[in-house]
Every structure is written in structure tokens, then in C-alpha cells.
Nanobody, 121 residues
Framework: QVQLVESGGGLVQPGGSLRLSCAAS????????TGWYRQAPGKQRELVAAVTSGGSTNYADSVKGRFTISRDNAKNTVYLQMNSLKPEDTAVYYCNADGYSAKEQSYMYYWGRGTPVTVFS
């Protein structure tokens, strides 16, 4: 099993920046891909950014050029640097990880509990 704990959310004005962190523990060697999702009130959860074990990244069109995902394997932590924030970025941000677990003998998907981000004027 893998445990994910997010931090770094908060209140910020439009144009501001925040950096989210996601610390992983447990069966971390089973992790292949990690990512950030968000869910705004009344909307479905959507992918924001993802990074593979090989370092390839993928971003939602709405955040390209503003958000950067990075992964520090030594610290077992994934970051989401968010710049030029807009009110429409307001959501709860969730960390996600997946990979094959030899212990479970199954491909596993893990989620953190989320950290709220509010962008307001």
C-alpha cells in the first residue's frame, strides 16, 4: 500500500502562486506514475498534470504554461508549482499515484485526501 499526503493549499489572489506537495510513504518502489487532479464544486474530477517514472509530463490545456509538475525521488515527493493563478483554478487538488504492487499482485491506484486551493479577488 502507498499513502499520499498533500500540503500547500490555501488562499491566494489572482496572479499569485502556490506550490503543492505530495509526500508518499509505504510501498513507494511500486509507484510508476504520479499526478495531480482537481475537483471544483459541482464538477467532475479532472487531470491537471502527471509525470511518469521516466520523467515524461502531461498537462491539461487549461494549465499549460502556468503549472509545473516535478518529482523528487530522493524525498518521495511530487510537487505542483502553480503560477498566474486564476479564479477558475479554485478546487480541491488531489495527488494520485499508480503502479504494480508485487505484494497485492495487482495494478494499484492511490489517492490522497486533497488540499483546497482558493483563488479570490
Amino acid at each position: 500500500q502507498v499513502q499520499l499526503v498533500e500540503s500547500g493549499g490555501g488562499l491566494v489572489q489572482p496572479g499569485g502562486s502556490l506550490r503543492l506537495s505530495c509526500a508518499a510513504s509505504g510501498d513507494i518502489f511500486s509507484i510508476e506514475n504520479t499526478g495531480w487532479y482537481r475537483q471544483a464544486p459541482g464538477k467532475q474530477r479532472e487531470l491537471v498534470a502527471a509525470v511518469t517514472s521516466g520523467g515524461s509530463t502531461n498537462y491539461a490545456d487549461s494549465v499549460k504554461g502556468r503549472f509545473t509538475i516535478s518529482r523528487d525521488n530522493a524525498k518521495n515527493t511530487v510537487y505542483l508549482q502553480m503560477n498566474s493563478l486564476k479564479p477558475e483554478d479554485t478546487a480541491v487538488y488531489y495527488c494520485n499515484a499508480d503502479g504494480y504492487s508485487a505484494k497485492e499482485q495487482s495494478y494499484m491506484y492511490y489517492w490522497g485526501r486533497g488540499t483546497p486551493v482558493t483563488v479570490f479577488s
